[in-house]
């Protein structure tokens, strides 16, 4: 336990020398060099350039201008981490600390002044280019938002302050009427992961569904149902999640796949009548037997174990610990992981690095991807998961 939390202090100490702020494997379009050029327009390239950057061995952001920032996904994990830590310890600086990135990230937040309804939401503060869409720096984005929730909800339980029970308010209300609901029938829907696109995401819509069922109220309620049975329904055979139904999202990960797991873990506790159950325990066997290897590395996919990405190993944790209530094998390999993260990839200046490669470590500090993730899950460990 003391070697965790010693851990624990110098990430966080490291991260709040940066000013909580810092790079990300998605941040290429933020070169000034590239945004000075014609190809910034020109989807396929914006693509391309993005993706050089995050799979360089070398971190190229500083030849190409690109600066460090303030993600407010990563702002989130640290006050989930921090509430978490309070949870454990009853420590008022933990409160504190939680309170402060909670204060920061209504700072963040984007407000829709048009709208008769009050809405607010979260986005990443870089243009970003999928395989399906374009979201410029900015836009509002399900993934920074459903964790931003998550920590106003788990702040008004722990301190009962109703303005973080309104700002989960506000959320359901992007979501309802911001969000596009890509599917939709009389029985399940999906949620879009942007209000530009009509992606089908299932980890992305499911972390919908969790900010409105946490919210309650027989319409939440109703609809978090309904993005439950669209992905459940979408389970494959084997008990695997691809990332979307179509053949560009055909890929089966480690991390979207703890997503979905928790996600339907989640709202199988809160859903009346979500018969959901077998397809998480099916799920769960699947992801157990297919992402682990012995020592607990986590395998990026479910036939390929390099790169072993940080961002699989801390999501893992948090899912881990939650999941033991499913399958008792979950606690001790929460743990293995752990042990496997902080051997692996843990800088001596206390930050943790972003991939093993077959050749090669990539090192570079990330903030949301790498550091603000791996305190959120040491920091869960701590809560319950340690043996």
């Known amino acids: 336990m003391g070697e965790i939390e010693k851990i624990y202090g110098e990430l966080f100490s490291y991260c709040q020398a940066e000013d909580f702020a810092g790079w990300d494997p998605f941040d290429g379009l933020n070169s000034r060099y590239f945004q ?19 799979r360089s ?24 981490a921090e509430l978490s830590r309070f949870r454990s310890t009853k420590a008022e600086a933990h409160a504190e600390r939680a309170k402060r990135f909670l204060a920061q990230l209504l700072e963040l937040s984007i407000q829709n002044p048009k709208s008769k309804v009050q809405h607010r939401s979260w986005g990443y503060n870089f243009d970003w280019q999928s395989r399906a869409f374009f979201a410029p720096c900015g836009t509002p984005t399900i993934v920074p938002t459903a964790f931003a929730a998550q920590a106003f909800s788990e702040a008004f339980e722990l ?58 109220g027989e319409e939440n309620l109703e609809l978090a149902a309904k993005a439950a049975r669209f992905v459940v329904d979408r389970q494959r055979n084997d008990g695997a999640w691809a990332y979307g139904p179509k053949l560009r999202h055909a890929w089966v990960d ?56 940080v961002h699989s190993a801390s999501a893992a944790i948090v899912a881990l610990c939650e999941l033991n209530e499913v399958d008792p094998r979950c606690l001790p390999l929460a743990n293995k992981v752990a042990g496997w993260l902080i051997s692996n990839m843990r800088d001596e200046s206390g930050y943790f690095y972003y991939q093993k490669r077959k050749r090669s470590t990539v090192k570079t500090p990330f903030v949301r991807w790498s550091n603000a993730w791996t305190a959120y899950a040491l920091a869960r460990l701590l809560e319950g998961g340690e043996q």
């Open 36 to 54: 000075a050029t014609p190809l910034r327009h020109i989807a396929p390239a914006r693509l391309l350039f993005l993706q050089v950057v995050k």
């Open 57 to 80: 061995a070398r971190n190229l952001r500083p030849l190409l201008k690109i600066e460090k920032g303030v993600n407010p996904k990563g702002i989130a994990l640290f006050a989930l």
């Open 159 to 216: 301190f009962g302050d109703e303005a973080y029970a309104r700002t989960c308010g506000e959320v359901c209300e992007f979501i309802k009427s911001a969000l596009n609901r890509s599917f939709e029938s009389d029985t399940e829907v999906c949620f879009s992961y942007t209000p530009l696109d009509r992606s089908v995401i299932f980890n992305a819509s499911l972390l919908a569904a969790e900010v409105l069922a946490n919210q309650g």
């Open 254 to 309: 480690n991390f979207h796949t703890a997503y979905i797991l928790l996600s339907l873990h989640r709202l199988q506790s809160i859903v009346p009548h979500l018969d959901g159950g077998a397809a998480v325990e099916k799920g769960l066997c699947f992801w157990l037997d297919n992402f682990f290897l012995e020592d607990g590395a986590p395998k990026y996919f479910d036939r390929e174990s390099y790169p072993i990405d």
